[in-house]
Structures are given as structure tokens and as C-alpha cells.
């Protein structure tokens, strides 16, 4: 139930946020909006702790900008290799071990991995991951293992809450 | 200035294009549409700054839900031929 | 004065967005196999997009627009790696086998990469 009024308050301000117009009849509207969408979000059951990760927190907004930073690195380094006239790729498929214990921290976890470019994942099979890679170089797994270190730690705060 | 970022994203728009017209197996192609598409979302929105006409900047938000609404669908028709049908445990039993 | 800083900003946020899109298409063009491609094509998604859309935060200031902007970049974070991995896991259930080096040119790359990491 705490679930469903989050995901109304969140919905809430995204249509306030969008909308700019605030007269009593549109706001009444958006109100309106917002309790239909979380009805038929409980109807569909997806009001969870996978649809509506609120035990989260805060703590994914502190990983996300380490994430941005990993992200301009690895892009500058895919560039040198796309700009390089000889085109030095050496792609190879790989396995890493996700030490994540729930699904959504496996999901961040293989989220992370693709939007860094460079690393893609390809599929994930319990805790295994397939993951395709551009060049040697970016699955010498210095980051991939920091990557994984605070992924698990973004998803600790889900278990030590709930 | 913006017409400038226009250009080159027009640029780079072709290029991609280029790809989704040469691409030997259909999954170039639909990479190529993808890309199309989010380079379209950046038109729309630097469009909207050339022209002084934020209200653009909504387009662009609908535009990129549609293009990976229809990225998703088009790959699932590919992966089993078939929209309505999901993989069911049974199913892989058999 | 603090106008002047946030346009320079601007525009150099801007010019280096178009950079990284124009060099993301450069790699989809000249990657040998749909796998590779995305490792170019995600480039377009994060960098270029991230930095063009910073550049017209810069332009827009403190209004509704930066909010829309923000919600966008959102938007392509969290649909981009989604379907990149939808396309890499269609094209391996279609059967399309990755690019690997031929390997006279491999040996090489090993050797090249080696001599880096040490």
C-alpha cells in the first residue's frame, strides 16, 4: 500500500512537472489521472519492489554519478578505438560472476555493463553473465569488479529495509 | 549556432541511414532504425531550440518512448514471429 | 559575466555531443558485425545525446524546459540498454555469429595490449 501511494506522488509530480498548467479543474484532471494509472498498475500487479523500487533510495543516486563518470571514460576510449585508421577491435565473449543476490541487483548490474559502451551483456543465467566486449582491454575487470562491489551495495539497502 | 548542431545531426542521420540501407542481415537494420530514432528525439529537441518553440521538447519525449515501443516489438516479431506470444515454461518442455 | 560562462559551456557541451554522435555513426558504419555495431550505437545513446542535451540545459536555465530535457536524457538511459540487449539476444537466437580476428592479426593485438597493461 505505501508502494502504490509512492508511485501516485511520483506520477504526481511528473504530470505537474509536464503539464505547467495550474488551474483547480486541470490539476483535478492530473489527480484524476494519476489515481486511474496506479488502479490499473495494481490490477496488472506490478506495484512491487521490482516496479516500484522505492527501498532503493537514495542510495542509487549515489552510484549513478560514479556510473557517469565510468561511462565518459570507457566513451572516449571507444572513440580512440573508432577513430584509429587501423581499427584495433578484438572482440571476445566472456562470463563474469554477478554477486548480486536479487533479481533488480542483477539488473542494475547488467544494465550498467551495457550502457558503459565497450561491454555489452549478452545474457544472464543465474548468477552468470555473457558478456560481449569491443576490445581486450575493457574486460581486464578492474571495473567491472568495482562495478559489481557498489551495485551490491546500492542493493543492500533494499534488504536491510524490507 | 543551433543550426549548426542541426547540421550535424541531419549528418549523422544519413550516415546511419547509409547502414540500414547496406546492413546484410536485419538486425543491422534494426540497430540502424534505433539509432535513427534517438538522433531523431535530438532533432526535434535542438529543432525546438532553433525555432524558440519549447513546447517541441514534449514531442521529443513521446518520440523516444515510441522508438524503443517499437524497437521492443519489431525484435520480438523477429525472435518468435509472432506479437501476442510469450514464452511459457511448457512451452520449452516440449 | 556569468551568461558568457554558461553559454561558452553551452557550446562547447554542445560541439562535443556532436562529436561523439558523429563518431558513434562513423564506428556503425565501419564495424564488421551487428555486435560491434552496438558498442558504437551505444555510444550515440549515452555520450552524444547526454552532451548535446547538457548543452540546451545551459541555453534553457532554471524552467520547465531543463526539466523536460533532464526527463529525456532519463528516458534514453534507462530504454538504451534495454534494447541493446534485446538486439544482441535476437541476433544471437537468429544465429548471427560474432566477428572474432582473423589470427595473424589477433596475435598482434595481444601482444600490442599486453605490452599496455604491463
New interface residues.
Partial sequence: MLRAFGLGAILFIFWLLLSGHYTPMLIGFGLGSCGLIVYLAMRMDVVDHEGVPLQLGGRFWMYFPWLMKEIFIANVNVARVILNPRLPISPVVTHFKASQKSDLGKTIYANSITLTPGTITTNIQGQDLEIHALTLKDIDGREEDEMDHRVSWVESGSRGNS | MFVAATVGVLASMSLAMTRALMGPTVYDRVLAVNTFGTKTVLLIAVLGFLTERPEFLDLAIVYALINFIGTIAVLKFFEYRDLGWTRHPEADAE | MIDLILEVLS?IS?IGG?F??????????????????????????????GL??L??CF??GLT??L???V??YA???F????????????????G?E????PADR?GK??S??GE??S
Avoid: C, E, K
Fill in positions: 557550446w554542445i556532436i561523439f554522435m558523429m563518431v558513434g555513426t562513423i564506428g556503425i558504419v565501419r564495424m564488421p558485425d551487428v555486435y560491434t555495431r552496438l558498442h558504437a550505437a551505444g555510444m550515440t545513446d549515452t555520450m552524444g545525446a548535446l542535451l548543452g540546451m541555453q534553457a520547465l524546459v526539466v523536460r530535457l526527463l529525456i528516458f534514453l538511459l530504454t538504451s540498454p534495454i534494447s541493446t540487449h534485446a538486439l544482441a539476444s535476437a541476433a544471437l537466437s537468429g548471427v560474432p566477428y572474432t580476428v589477433s593485438l595481444n600490442l595490449n599496455q597493461n
